[in-house]
């Protein structure tokens, strides 16, 4: 059964951060959330003054942040003494698990910086794990070529015979860019009952009769495969992810179960007990 698009959503500006401009695709008014998506911003601009100001540090608990940069450098470092910097094709999966207090500042003052983060949800069981992350260059991204002139980055999971580097299981997330050299016809086989999302970020793609243009998000409908129509030039993200079908009680950077636990992780914030 090939998936449709069952609603095609455009991102609202917005800032984050200590200001940084951004698009906020999930997680708005339109689409609150695709479960276990929480929340998915685009960000990209050349002008130094929408970006500079960066995200100092901030907690997080309770689910996982992945950071994927298309263009230029972000440095990040947290709590428990990590830091790493995330440059152009590379991608940080952090865990946030039971906690972690956070930082992301762009190691540039001029020229590109573009970029995506999602937030995926972790089940009860685990919102309390460890917290850790996989930093990874990006050449040590999959990438492939799926047939001429399509290529595909796979960040994590499984797709086109080939494994994505990032080990998370939690969700069983794909998460893939394609680029397209040349105009083609593309079938990507995604699991069944998985939530799933197409987003363009450069050019147009058509799913069966819909268009789905550069800025929209296109919600898939359920089914084991989705066929597209790709324009050379159109580059776009792929997320699945298994639904996990719990209670979602979210303050901020805190995402739990129930209210309880978040007065607890805003409790063991402000007494240092947060990672």
């Known amino acids: 059964m090939q998936r449709q698009v069952k609603q095609l959503v455009s ?3 917005t800032h984050d951060g200590a200001g940084v401009s951004l698009t906020r695709i999930i997680g708005q008014p339109a689409l609150p959330r695709l ?3 929480l929340m998915l911003d685009e960000f990209g601009s050349d002008q130094p003054q929408d970006y500079l100001a960066g995200f ?3 907690p ?4 996982q942040t992945v950071t994927y940069m298309l263009a230029g450098k972000m440095a990040h470092a947290d709590s428990v003494g990590n830091k790493g910097l995330i440059e152009t094709g590379g991608v940080q999966w952090m865990n946030a698990g039971r906690g972690i207090i956070h930082e992301e500042m762009p190691q540039q003052t001029e020229g590109l910086l573009r970029g995506f983060q999602l937030w995926v949800n ?3 069981a685990e919102k309390m794990s460890a917290p850790g992350y996989q930093d990874l260059a990006a050449d040590k991204i999959t990438e492939i070529t799926v047939q001429p002139g399509i290529k595909a980055r796979i960040l994590a999971g499984r797709v086109f015979g080939a494994q994505g580097p990032v080990s998370t299981q939690a969700v069983s997330p794909l998460f893939v860019d394609i680029h397209a050299a040349q105009d083609a016809e593309l079938t990507i086989p995604v699991d069944v009952g998985h939530n799933a999302f197409i987003y363009p970020y450069e050019g147009q793609i058509q799913i069966t009769d819909t268009a789905v243009l550069k800025g929209q998000l296109a919600v898939l409908s359920d089914g084991e495969e989705v066929n597209i129509q790709v324009r050379a030039g159109a580059r776009f993200i792929l997320a699945t992810g298994r639904p996990l079908n719990e209670p979602v009680v979210q303050y901020g950077p805190f995402v739990m179960n129930t209210h309880e636990e978040i007065q607890q992780a805003i409790r063991d914030y402000q007494s240092g007990r947060l990672a």
């Open 60 to 63: 997080h608990r309770g689910f």
């Open 122 to 124: 972790l089940p009860a």
């Open 35 to 37: 479960d276990p998506f």
């Open 11 to 13: 991102g609202i500006q």
């Open 56 to 58: 100092p540090p901030h």
